[in-house]
């Protein structure tokens, strides 16, 4: 079993306030100069330079199953007013309820979710069409992101009334009542096994401190779905990361 190094979580504050916004004011974009290969030029050092960098390549060989109990994460999501934006880097869904999850005993409430085409993540180097980060924080100010893959298949109708609504130009905004909101609970797959690993934020000022727990089990969106998303945003992910030897252990 290969050691973790321990995590500074001293920045997360900043990093969470930074992700929630997508940091919509910093000088960064997914393409050109401005793109993830000069990130750490753009004052976000740790995006070249840091050592525990996301998203990665899961080699499925390498990881140490059973090495995470299963009753280490339980989620506590369900139906919640949101307010969706288009902040020019994704469609982000900030929550407005109370949704949370307890991992290791520690209780988490869900802030945000927002999209990336294609997945940021990878299975064995291969990507899905997109991927759904659901940022969570802790009261002390510790971020946990669930990774969700999604591949092509039947429509998502626990998302179809949120896709009619995708505010198109940067910006916009978009509120959705309860009613309409996606359940979560029955969005999420309940049989999947999960990936757990150290990591960063996928996006400057790629702040490390993060813990990340990705769904071995994607969900499904039709073509239709995944077609719209790309007309807003043909291309809004980081390439993976050197692993740089970090454990990633399955429940």
Not at 77 to 86: E, R, V
Not at 190 to 198: A, C
Request: net charge negative; proline share 7%; aromatic share 8%.
């Amino acid at each position: 079993m290969r050691l973790i190094p321990r995590i500074t979580y001293l920045l997360a504050p900043l990093c969470l306030a930074l992700s929630t916004a997508h940091a919509t004011d910093a000088h960064w974009s997914y393409s050109g100069d401005q793109g993830p290969a000069h990130w750490g030029e753009e004052g976000s050092a740790l995006c070249a330079k840091g050592t525990e960098q996301s998203p990665i390549n899961v080699e499925k060989s390498k990881v140490e199953p059973k090495k995470a109990p299963s009753t280490d994460l339980a989620l506590h999501y369900s139906k919640t007013p949101l307010k969706l934006i288009n902040n020019g880097h994704t469609i982000q869904a900030s929550i407005e309820g109370g949704d949370t999850l307890i991992y290791k005993g520690t209780e988490y409430q869900l802030l945000q979710f927002h999209f990336h085409t294609p997945s940021e993540h990878q299975f064995n180097h291969q990507s899905y069409p997109m991927e759904m980060h659901l940022v969570n924080q802790d009261k002390n100010g510790h971020l946990l992101v669930l990774g969700l893959m999604i591949k092509q298949g039947q429509a998502n109708k626990q998302l179809a009334q949120l896709w009619k609504q995708l505010p198109a130009k940067e910006g916009e905004e978009a509120a959705i009542t309860a009613k309409l909101a996606p359940n979560l609970a029955k969005l999420l797959p309940t049989s999947s096994h999960h990936l757990f690993y150290h990591g960063s934020l996928t996006t400057p000022p790629c702040t490390e401190g993060v813990q990340w727990v990705l769904f071995e089990n994607p969900i499904e969106m039709s073509k239709q779905q995944i077609e719209q998303f790309h007309k807003l945003f043909p291309d809004n992910h980081r390439p993976t990361q050197t692993a740089t030897g970090r454990e990633v252990d399955e429940d």
